[in-house]
Nanobody, 119 residues
Framework: QVQLAESGGGLVQYGGSLRLSCEASGVTFSIPTMAWYRQLPGKQRELVAS???????TYADSAKGRFTIVRDGTANAVILQMNSLKPEDTAVYYC?????????????WGQGTQVTVSS
């Protein structure tokens, strides 16, 4: 069973930084794509950043220039370094892993970690 364990959320002031970490277990190969999503209260979950094991990276416009996603393909871990945080970044952040299984892509999710940015 694929499991994702996240850590690193918390409370930070406007302009501060946080580092979110996520490590997958139950997988014996390099996960094709790992990503970070976030969900603001009352809104749908949205992509923040993703990176595949070929190095291709995608960022949401809101994350460009402030957030950096880093993967450790050997360890199936992904880090989201968040700088210059703003109150509008306040959300629950989720790690995800896309794995091809049983003839289709499956997305697995972590439990989420709260990030709160105070003004």
């Amino acid at each position: 069973q694929v499991q994702l364990a996240e850590s690193g959320g918390g409370l930070v002031q406007y302009g501060g930084s946080l580092r979110l970490s996520c490590e997958a277990s139950g997988v014996t190969f390099s996960i094709p794509t790992m990503a970070w999503y976030r969900q603001l209260p009352g809104k749908q979950r949205e992509l923040v950043a993703s990176k595949n094991n070929g190095g291709r990276t995608t960022y949401a416009d809101s994350a460009k220039g402030r957030f950096t996603i880093v993967r450790d393909g050997t360890a199936n871990a992904v880090i989201l370094q968040m700088n210059s945080l703003k109150p509008e970044d306040t959300a629950v952040y989720y790690c995800s892993a896309n794995i091809w299984r049983s003839g289709e892509w499956n997305t697995f999710w972590g439990q989420g970690t709260q990030v709160t940015v105070s003004s």
